[in-house]
């Protein structure tokens, strides 16, 4: 299977590297770093052994001194080595660790003295348009999202419904970290509605006949798996008045397809529009954090309904962009653009839509999006 250059850029020191499992972590690191000890704790056998004895990789180190640089494949299966790999870090002794994990629930507490300064954090994210250059296909990425794993077989809904189990069966299931996996199983389709939306957990309790306070805590295991993510509202310098609830997306739009139910009362329409908006939030998002510059992730709404639906702010970058499902674009599709423009002239603002062509409707760009995203390069 040919193999994809990524944009996450190597570091020079030990690092942990976050992302949902699929997403492409393990190829990339054996791709530039094929010289490395290979710790793979999805392997039963090692998994035990490490699970018993987290002191057997000092002997595993010791047995082998010339390699100096170690990768530990999905460590939150045992935390406990993170007690070895910290000890051997302050030793200061010539090995430098690459420590992949794909949930961060169990690495909180002894990925904390790491994470404080001596481990710097990367992530990787599913494919961006620019990565697949010309095998990048919109109406695919809609249908089937861009994970990695996915992408790239031949039955691509088949491999994303096993995907949206396994997490289920595996994560969720195996680690106890829920007692009712059928509750859960409902929640997982209630939150789906609010893909794109303004997060209202009590309206979600209510939808799976659950207290509020599980629902936080089904919120808080899937944050924990890097299933989802929320934006918060833009706030900086405010002249309106704003809401203040977050948006929430699953990070990948193949994954909200698969648990987004539908029915013959759906309208086609609302969900491919939901789904064009998610895919430009989690380009966005990665987008951000290959860059690694410090910017940030937002989008503004005002109580009067004035919305735009990304801002991306940061030390030298300040942007805004609406995204519309449709093909042509009017002056009226830019009211909240001119809004936003208004109390921010500093901001570049664009439209993003399904046309072909690149306009320029009163002063405001209107781009292909299918361009744009491909524009997303690092």
Same mark, same amino acid.
């Given at each position: 299977?040919?193999?994809?250059?990524?944009?996450?850029?190597?570091?020079?020191?030990?690092?942990?590297?976050?992302?949902?499992?699929?997403?492409?972590?393990?190829? *990339?690191?054996?791709?530039?770093?094929? &010289?490395?000890?290979?710790? @793979? #704790?999805?392997?039963?056998?090692?998994?035990?052994?490490?699970?018993?004895?987290?002191?057997?990789?000092?002997?595993?180190?010791?047995?082998?001194?010339?390699?100096?640089?170690?990768?530990? @494949?999905?460590?939150?299966?045992?935390?406990?080595?993170?007690?070895?790999?910290?000890? #051997?870090?302050? &030793?200061?002794?010539?090995?430098?660790?690459?420590?992949?994990?794909?949930?961060?629930?169990?690495?909180?507490?002894?990925?904390?003295?790491?994470?404080?300064?001596?481990?710097?954090? !990367?992530?990787?994210?599913?494919?961006?348009?620019?990565?697949?250059?010309?095998?990048?296909?919109?109406?695919?990425?809609?249908?089937?999202?861009?994970?990695? %794993?996915?992408?790239?077989?031949?039955?691509?809904?088949?491999?994303?419904?096993?995907?949206?189990?396994?997490? #289920? =069966?595996?994560?969720?299931?195996?680690?106890?970290?829920?007692?009712?996996?059928?509750?859960?199983?409902?929640?997982?389709?209630?939150?789906?509605?609010?893909?794109?939306?303004?997060?209202?957990?009590?309206?979600?309790?209510?939808?799976?006949?659950?207290?509020?306070?599980?629902?936080?805590?089904?919120?808080?295991?899937?944050?924990?798996?890097?299933?989802?993510?929320?934006?918060?509202?833009?706030?900086?310098? !405010?002249?309106?008045? %704003?809401?203040?609830?977050?948006?929430?997306?699953?990070?990948?739009?193949?994954?909200?397809?698969?648990? =987004?139910?539908?029915?013959?009362?759906?309208?086609?329409?609302?969900? &491919?529009?939901?789904?064009?908006?998610?895919?430009?939030?989690?380009?966005?998002?990665? *987008?951000?954090?290959? =860059?690694?510059?410090?910017?940030?992730?937002?989008? *503004? =709404?005002?109580?009067?309904?004035?919305?735009?639906?990304?801002?991306?702010?940061?030390?030298?970058?300040?942007?805004? *962009?609406?995204?519309?499902?449709?093909?042509?674009?009017?002056?009226?599709?830019?009211?909240?653009?001119?809004?936003?423009?208004?109390?921010?002239?500093?901001? &570049?603002?664009? #439209?993003?839509?399904?046309?072909?062509?690149?306009?320029?409707?009163?002063?405001?760009?209107?781009?292909?999006?299918?361009?744009?995203?491909?524009?997303?390069?690092?």
């Amino acid at each position: 299977m040919e193999t994809i250059p990524r944009n996450l850029k190597t570091l020079s020191s030990s690092f942990f590297l976050f992302g949902p499992r699929g997403t492409g972590k393990s190829t *990339w690191l054996r791709q530039h770093f094929p &010289e490395a000890l290979w710790i @793979d #704790l999805l392997d039963p056998r090692e998994q035990r052994i490490f699970r018993a004895h987290p002191e057997h990789l000092l002997e595993r180190l010791m047995g082998v001194p010339e390699r100096t640089l170690v990768v530990i @494949d999905e460590i939150q299966k045992v935390p406990t080595l993170l007690d070895v790999i910290h000890r #051997l870090i302050e &030793e200061q002794r010539n090995v430098r660790f690459v420590l992949t994990g794909s949930s961060a629930r169990k690495l909180r507490r002894g990925a904390s003295n790491l994470l404080a300064g001596r481990l710097l954090q !990367a992530e990787m994210h599913p494919f961006l348009a620019s990565e697949l250059g010309k095998d990048f296909e919109l109406q695919q990425a809609l249908r089937f999202g861009l994970i990695p %794993l996915i992408w790239q077989v031949e039955d691509p809904a088949a491999t994303l419904q096993a995907y949206v189990d396994l997490y #289920l =069966r595996e994560e969720v299931q195996a680690e106890v970290l829920v007692r009712d996996l059928g509750a859960f199983a409902r929640f997982l389709e209630a939150i789906s509605f609010a893909h794109g939306s303004l997060l209202n957990l009590s309206a979600v309790a209510r939808e799976c006949q659950i207290q509020r306070k599980t629902v936080e805590g089904y919120l808080g295991v899937l944050e924990d798996l890097l299933l989802c993510f929320r934006i918060p509202v833009f706030s900086k310098r !405010a002249k309106r008045q %704003l809401i203040a609830h977050e948006k929430f997306y699953y990070f990948d739009v193949g994954v909200y397809r698969a648990l =987004r139910p539908a029915g013959p009362l759906d309208q086609p329409e609302e969900i &491919e529009g939901i789904s064009l908006e998610g895919l430009v939030a989690q380009h966005l998002r990665a *987008w951000i954090a290959y =860059r690694n510059l410090g910017e940030r992730l937002y989008f *503004w =709404r005002t109580k009067s309904g004035s919305e735009v639906d990304f801002v991306v702010y940061g030390n030298d970058c300040f942007f805004a *962009w609406e995204v519309k499902r449709s093909t042509s674009a009017h002056s009226v599709d830019l009211r909240s653009l001119k809004s936003f423009r208004q109390d921010y002239p500093e901001a &570049e603002v664009a #439209l993003l839509y399904l046309g072909q062509q690149s306009l320029e409707i009163d002063g405001i760009p209107v781009i292909p999006c299918e361009k744009f995203l491909k524009s997303l390069a690092i």
